[in-house]
């Protein structure tokens, strides 16, 4: 068995496969196909076009059959939990499951003897996004080569941010000094590191990660109009003047033009945005692949029965 929960389930040595791999699918176009079909279900219970698209097109560039789950057409309407829904998905032949939720830390009820299928969590609540974290890796690698020593800034809206909370914890282990900066009512005492004002932040960071704000995990909103969060803590154009020469600015998108960044630096030439949302197919592959790999050495050793 094979779970990617969190980045913590990946040693240094598997991240680098992953990404190692994900480069070798971009260069070689090659289709990888098993005797046996593997068959992949992605259940989604939050909205998603990024991860969910990307996942359903790595699953088929692999050759794998595909399920798409969905919620509201399920019998979870109907009171089913979320165990028995993932245990009947196995029992009907999912190899893999690829799973959105919106409750922090879903898979800890999947976690169980009975339950034998891979998971890969594709984003939990305001938790873990271990595959947007894998693809912004790979994005900051093909950028600068090495991860040691450069300086990253998460901006925005910390508290509720699974990108936040899976790229700082990474970031660190690899030797990068991550720096956050947004509202006081959105500082996370969770998100170690040093806090402080958005200009100081971006002054000093070779990749400026800004975040959407998530209004849909919200209690309460902060007093602010659009324009007035922009000017306060968004990613302007003025500001975007003072980033460091060779910088780049990342965002795990969906983006709010105008609100978090500017329009205008969307698509600038230091924007890697869309570079995120290409590499996140090949990452993907990769994690599947890996996902596979693990369970057949655990096979192999005779630690699954
Ligand atoms: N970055 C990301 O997870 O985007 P989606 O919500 O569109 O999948």
């Known amino acids: 068995m094979a779970n990617l929960l ?18 070798s699918i971009q260069k070689d176009k090659k289709k990888f196909r098993e005797s046996k079909p593997i068959l992949v279900t992605n259940l989604f219970f939050e909205p998603s076009t990024r991860t969910r698209f990307s996942f359903e097109t790595a699953e088929k560039r692999l050759g794998f059959q595909v399920l798409n789950f969905t919620s509201e057409t399920s019998s979870t ?21 690829v799973i959105r939720h919106k409750e922090d830390h879903y898979f800890d009820q999947l976690i ?22 894998l693809l912004d890796l790979l994005t900051i690698r093909q950028e600068f080569i090495l991860f040691q020593g450069l300086t990253v800034a998460i901006i925005g ?15 660190t282990s690899l030797g990068c000094k991550v720096v956050f900066s947004g509202p006081k009512e959105w500082h996370n005492p969770e998100l170690q590191g040093d806090y402080m004002p958005i200009d100081d932040a971006i002054s000093k960071a070779d990749v400026v ?14 007093d602010l109009t659009k324009e007035e969060y922009h000017q306060a803590y968004g990613l302007t154009l003025k500001r975007a003047d003072k980033m460091k020469k060779g910088s780049i600015i990342m965002h795990p998108a969906p983006v709010n033009r105008g609100v978090e960044i500017a329009d205008e630096l969307v698509e600038s030439t ?15 592959m990769a994690v599947l692949e890996w996902a596979l790999e693990t369970e057949r050495g655990e096979m192999n050793r005779g630690e699954l029965i």
Not at 77 to 95: F, P
Not at 112 to 133: E, M, R, Y
Not at 158 to 169: I, T, Y
Not at 271 to 282: D, L, P, T
């Open 6 to 23: 969190t980045m913590d389930d990946l040693s240094a040595r598997d991240i680098e496969w992953i990404l190692d791999r994900a480069e």
């Open 77 to 97: 309407t109907k009171g089913e939990t979320l165990y028995d829904t993932v245990r009947t998905l196995e029992e009907i032949g999912t190899d893999i499951a």
């Open 112 to 133: 169980h003897k009975n339950i034998k299928l891979n998971i890969v969590n594709a984003g939990d609540g305001s938790g873990h996004h271990p595959t947007q974290s």
């Open 157 to 171: 809206d910390l508290r509720h941010s699974r990108v936040a909370r899976s790229d700082a914890e990474v970031l």
């Open 209 to 222: 990660m800004m975040l959407r704000i998530q209004h849909e995990r919200h209690q309460h909103t902060l």
């Open 270 to 284: 230091n924007s890697r945005i869309f570079k995120q949302m290409h590499n996140g197919v090949a990452i993907r």
